[in-house]
C-alpha cells in the first residue's frame, strides 16, 4: 500500500472520528426540541408546579435559577477582574504570582460535588447561613470564579503594551493607566468570559445539592436567606426521583435549562463579534 | 546652562549592559542629536532619562542624571514624566479620540476643567503644527488620522503636559518627506521653550536638525560637539567611519 | 485624596489576587476539619482499602475500594474512547479540514462543550441506558460503561481544544521542512507535528482525566449506583463523587456517615490537585520548548 493510499484511509479516519463527536450534538440538540418544544406553554414557564411535580409549571426553578446566577455574578465578577488585573498589571514574576495561578489552576480543577461540601461545611454550617440563595451563590461564586479570571486576563492581555507605554510617559500612575486605557479597551472580552462563565453557573447542580437546592417550595423565594428551587437539581429529581412523571414535562424542563445556557453563549458570541468589528485598533 | 548633568550611567537588561558608563551634559534650549548603528544604546539611553525603562522586567541603572541640579532617581518618576516627555518611534495615538487624546495627560494629572482643557488641547496642536488640520473634528477617532498626522498629534500629546524636555525616538521612521519636514519645523519653533533630544537613525536629520551631535556605539558615547564639527571633522575615527556611511 | 483612594484600590487588587490561594487553602481545612473525624473511630487504611461501603448498617463500614474502582473503571473507560476520538478530532479540525468546514466544526464542539452535565446524564438515561440494555441484554442499561460513553463526550470538548492548539503552534517551519522533503501530509502530521505537540497532548489527557474523575451528576444518574467492587464494564457501579452526591442528603450532620462523606471529598480534592499540577507542568514545558 503507498504512502498515498495510507494518507487517504488516514485522513478518512479521522473524519470518521469527527463525525462520532459532532453527530451525537445534533441529536442531543433534535430531541430536545422534538420532544421538548410540546411542553413549553406560558403555563409551563411561568405557572408553579402541581401534582408532585408531575403537572403545571417550573417558574420557582427558572425564578431560583435566576437569582443564584445573578448572586453568582454580583460575587464573583468584582473580584474575579481585581484578580485578574493584579495578575496582569500589578503582579511580578516571583513564587507568589506562581502560587496564585496554580492556586486558580486548582480551583478550576475541583469537582463541582466538592464545592458542593466546601459550601456545605463553611456556608451553610460554619457561618451560619443554612441552605440559602447566599449560601449557593457564594459556593458557585468561587467554583465561577477561575473562568472569570481567566477570561478577564486574556482580555488585559489583549490590550497592547504600547498603549499602556504611552500612558506611562505622559506621567500616569499604574492606576490611572489600568483605569483610563487597560480596563476600557478589555470590556468586550471580560463581558463575554463573564456571561460564558455565567452560564455555567446556571446549569451546576453539585454545587447547590446542600447549598442551597430545594425539593418543592410551595412559594418563589423571598429573600437571600431562602431556599430555592433550581431548574438542575429539578431537572435531576424529575428523571430519578419522582416517579410517573410524563416525559414531556421532562424534556420541557431540559429544554428551558438548554435554551437558557444556548442563549447566554449566544450573546457571548454576538457581543465578541460586534466589538472585534467594532475595533479600532 | 545645563538641562541634564549625567554622570557614570550604566544600564543593565537582564545582566547585559545596554548603557556603558555615560558622562555627558545636555544645555537648556538645544536640540541634541543623538546617532549611531541599531543596539547602541540611543533608546535606552532616552527611556532612562525619563525612567520608562523601569517598566521593563530585569532592568538595572546605576549612576547619576541630575535634572536642574535634581537626581531624577528621588523625583516621583510620574512628576518626572510630566516634566521630560517622549515621543516614540511609531506613532501611536491611543484609542481616543483627538482631543481625548491630547487632554489625556492633563487629566490624568488632575486637570478637570474642560475649558482649560480645551485651551490646552488647542495650544499643543498648534505648536505640533496640527491645529488647522484638525481643529473641526477633534471628536473623530485618532486612529483616522494619517501616519504624519498620528505623528504630530502625539507630539502634541506630548505638549499637553507642558514639559521641559521633549524625547524623541526616531520620530520620523516611516514617515514620507512631507510630515517629516513638518516635524523638523515644528522642532525647531519649540526650541525657544524646549530642550530636544533627537534619536535617528538618519545622519542626514541629525545634521539637518541638531545644534549638537552625539555620537552612540555598542552602549558607549564615543563624541559629543557641535554637529558642523562632528559631520565635517570628527575627533574619533569610528566616529568618521558612521557619518560617512563606512558602516550602519 | 486621590492617592489616598488609588492606595485602597490597589490594596483591594492585591487582595483579590490571593484570594485564590485563601480560597484553595480554605476549601482544602473545611475538608480536612470534618472529613478527619472520621479516623477517630475508623482506621485509614480500613478506609481506603476496605471492600465493603455499608454507611447505614449497624455497625456502619466505610471501605472506599469499591467506590475507588469504580471511578477509576470508569475514567479509564471514558478517557479510553475520548483520546483516541479527540486526538483524532483534533488533527483532523487543525490540519485536514477545509477551512469553511473547520468553522463548523469548532461550532460544533463548542456547542458539547456548552450542554450542562445535569442534561447529558438525563439524555443518557433516556437513550444510551435503553440502548445498551437491549444490545447487551442487560438487566439495565445503567452500567459502568454508560458512564464511560457520557464522560467520554464530556470530556472530548477539554481534549480536542489543548491537542489543537497544541498542534497549531507547532512552528509552520517543522512542518514546511518536512512536505519540502517529500514527505505525505499525513506522514507530517504523525512524524513531525504530534511529537512535537506531545507535551500538550499529555496535558489534555490530564485535564480529559481530571474533567472525567470530578464529575457527579451525570455518573450518578447512570452508573446504576451499586458500590461493590466490579467486574465487568457492564455492570452498575458507584463513583466517589456519586456516593458523596447521593448519600449527603441522608447522612446526619456529626455522624460517622457525614465524616466519611467529608473524607471522600478529601481524597477527591487531593486527586484533582495532583492531576491538575501535572497537567499544568505538562502545559508549562510546552510553552518552554515552543
Given at each position: 500500500m503507498d504512502v498515498k493510499t495510507k494518507e487517504k484511509i488516514a485522513f478518512a479516519m479521522l473524519l470518521l472520528a469527527t463525525i462520532i463527536i459532532i453527530t451525537p450534538v445534533a441529536f442531543i440538540i433534535i430531541l430536545l426540541l422534538v420532544r421538548g418544544l410540546p411542553a413549553l406553554s406560558l403555563d409551563f414557564i411561568f405557572g408553579m408546579p402541581r401534582e408532585g411535580m408531575r403537572a403545571g409549571g417550573i417558574f420557582p426553578a427558572i425564578v431560583g435559577t435566576l437569582y443564584l446566577t445573578l448572586g453568582t455574578a454580583v460575587f464573583s465578577i468584582p473580584f474575579g477582574i481585581l484578580a485578574a488585573i493584579y495578575l496582569n498589571?500589578?503582579?511580578?514574576?516571583n513564587w507568589l504570582t506562581r502560587g496564585i495561578e496554580l492556586a486558580i489552576i486548582n480551583l478550576a480543577g475541583v469537582p463541582s460535588i466538592v464545592y458542593g461540601l466546601f459550601g456545605l461545611g463553611l456556608f451553610v454550617t460554619f457561618l451560619g447561613f443554612g441552605a440559602s440563595i447566599l449560601a449557593g451563590s457564594l459556593t458557585l461564586a468561587i467554583m465561577t470564579l477561575p473562568v472569570i479570571i481567566t477570561a478577564t486576563r486574556e482580555a488585559l492581555s489583549a490590550v497592547p503594551w504600547n498603549f499602556r507605554e504611552v500612558s506611562f510617559s505622559l506621567g500616569a500612575s499604574r492606576w490611572q493607566t489600568v483605569r483610563h486605557v487597560v480596563l476600557p479597551n478589555a470590556i468586550p472580552g471580560i463581558l463575554t468570559g463573564t456571561i460564558l462563565g455565567l452560564s455555567r453557573a446556571a446549569g451546576e447542580t453539585a454545587p447547590i445539592l446542600f447549598t442551597v437546592a430545594a425539593f418543592?417550595?410551595?412559594?418563589?423565594?423571598?429573600?437571600?436567606y431562602d431556599q430555592a428551587m433550581a431548574l438542575p437539581y429539578h431537572i435531576y429529581v424529575l428523571s430519578?426521583?419522582?416517579?410517573?412523571?410524563s416525559v414531556k414535562i421532562q424534556y420541557g424542563t431540559v429544554l428551558v435549562l438548554v435554551l437558557m445556557v444556548f442563549i447566554l453563549n449566544l450573546a457571548a458570541s454576538l457581543l465578541r463579534t460586534h466589538f472585534r468589528k467594532r475595533k479600532t485598533w | 546652562m545645563v538641562k541634564i548633568q549625567i554622570t557614570n550611567l550604566n544600564v543593565w537588561y537582564e545582566k547585559q549592559?545596554?548603557?556603558?558608563?555615560l558622562n555627558l551634559g545636555i544645555y537648556s534650549n538645544e536640540i541634541l542629536g543623538v546617532i549611531g548603528?541599531?543596539?547602541?544604546?540611543k533608546t535606552s539611553f532616552l527611556k532612562t532619562l525619563n525612567r520608562l525603562?523601569?517598566?521593563?522586567?530585569g532592568s538595572r541603572t546605576t549612576g547619576e542624571a541630575l535634572l536642574d541640579g535634581e537626581s531624577i532617581f528621588r523625583i516621583d518618576k510620574h512628576l518626572l514624566r510630566k516634566r521630560v516627555g517622549i515621543v516614540f518611534a511609531l506613532p501611536l495615538p491611543l484609542p481616543l479620540s483627538i482631543f481625548d487624546n491630547v487632554a489625556y495627560g492633563p487629566r490624568m494629572h488632575g486637570l478637570k476643567n474642560l475649558k482649560k482643557l480645551k485651551e490646552i488641547v488647542e495650544k499643543s496642536l498648534r505648536a505640533a503644527a496640527i491645529w488647522d488640520e484638525v481643529k473641526d473634528r477633534l471628536?473623530?477617532?485618532?486612529?483616522?488620522?494619517?501616519g504624519g498626522q498620528q505623528q504630530r498629534l502625539c507630539i502634541a500629546r506630548t505638549l499637553a503636559v507642558e514639559p521641559e524636555v521633549i524625547l524623541y525616538d526616531?520620530?520620523?521612521?516611516?514617515?514620507?518627506p512631507i510630515s517629516t519636514l513638518k516635524i523638523e519645523e515644528a522642532m525647531q519653533e519649540l526650541k525657544k521653550n524646549y530642550t530636544q533630544i533627537l534619536v535617528t537613525n538618519n545622519v542626514k536629520q541629525a545634521a539637518r536638525v541638531s545644534d549638537r551631535t552625539a555620537f552612540f556605539l555598542m552602549g558607549c558615547l564615543i563624541e559629543i560637539g557641535d554637529t558642523k564639527q562632528i559631520f565635517?571633522?570628527?575627533?574619533?575615527k569610528r566616529t568618521d567611519d558612521y557619518v560617512t556611511g563606512r558602516f550602519g | 485624596m486621590n492617592k489616598f483612594i488609588e492606595h485602597r484600590i490597589e490594596n483591594l487588587i492585591f487582595l483579590s489576587g490571593i484570594a485564590s490561594i485563601v480560597f484553595v487553602v480554605l476549601i482544602f481545612i473545611f475538608l480536612l476539619k470534618e472529613g478527619l473525624s472520621l479516623f477517630s473511630g475508623t482506621n485509614p487504611i480500613a478506609f481506603l482499602f476496605?471492600?465493603?461501603?455499608?454507611?447505614?448498617?449497624?455497625?456502619?463500614q466505610f471501605g472506599i475500594l469499591p467506590l475507588i474502582l469504580g471511578s477509576l473503571l470508569v475514567t479509564f473507560g471514558a478517557i479510553v474512547i475520548a483520546v483516541p476520538l479527540g486526538l483524532a478530532a483534533a488533527i483532523y479540525v487543525a490540519e485536514v479540514a477545509p477551512t469553511w468546514l473547520r468553522d463548523i466544526l469548532k461550532s460544533g464542539i463548542e456547542l458539547l462543550a456548552a450542554i450542562p452535565s445535569i442534561v447529558l446524564g438525563f439524555i443518557g438515561i433516556v437513550t444510551l441506558a435503553p440502548f445498551l440494555k437491549n444490545l447487551f441484554n442487560?438487566?439495565?442499561?445503567?452500567t459502568a460503561l454508560a458512564g464511560s460513553i457520557m464522560l467520554a463526550f464530556m470530556a472530548m470538548p477539554t481534549i480536542v481544544s489543548i491537542i489543537e492548539d497544541s498542534i497549531v503552534s507547532v512552528p509552520k517551519n517543522y512542518k514546511e521542512g518536512s512536505l519540502a522533503l517529500g514527505a505525505t501530509r499525513w506522514q507530517t502530521i504523525y512524524r513531525v507535528i504530534l511529537p512535537a505537540a506531545s507535551s500538550g497532548i499529555l496535558a489534555a489527557v490530564m485535564l480529559g482525566i481530571g474533567r472525567v474523575i470530578g464529575e457527579t451528576m451525570a455518573v450518578l444518574m447512570i452508573?446504576?449506583?451499586?458500590a461493590v467492587i466490579p467486574t465487568s464494564i457492564l455492570q452498575p457501579v458507584r463513583t466517589l463523587t456519586a456516593t458523596i452526591a447521593a448519600e449527603m442528603g441522608e447522612a446526619v450532620a456529626g455522624s460517622g456517615h457525614y465524616y466519611a462523606l467529608f473524607a471522600i471529598g478529601i481524597i477527591l480534592f487531593i486527586i484533582s490537585f495532583i492531576i491538575n499540577l501535572l497537567a499544568d507542568f505538562f502545559l508549562h514545558r510546552k510553552k518552554q520548548r515552543a
Open positions: 498589571e500589578y503582579a511580578q514574576r418543592y417550595l410551595p412559594r418563589l423565594p423571598q429573600s437571600i430519578t426521583q419522582v416517579p410517573n412523571v | 549592559p545596554a548603557l556603558k558608563n548603528p541599531s543596539n547602541s544604546g525603562n523601569e517598566l521593563i522586567i471628536k473623530t477617532n485618532a486612529f483616522k488620522l494619517s526616531e520620530p520620523c521612521s516611516g514617515l514620507d565635517t571633522v570628527p575627533q574619533d | 476496605g471492600r465493603n461501603w455499608y454507611p447505614i448498617s449497624d455497625p456502619p442487560l438487566p439495565s442499561g445503567l452508573t446504576g449506583n451499586a
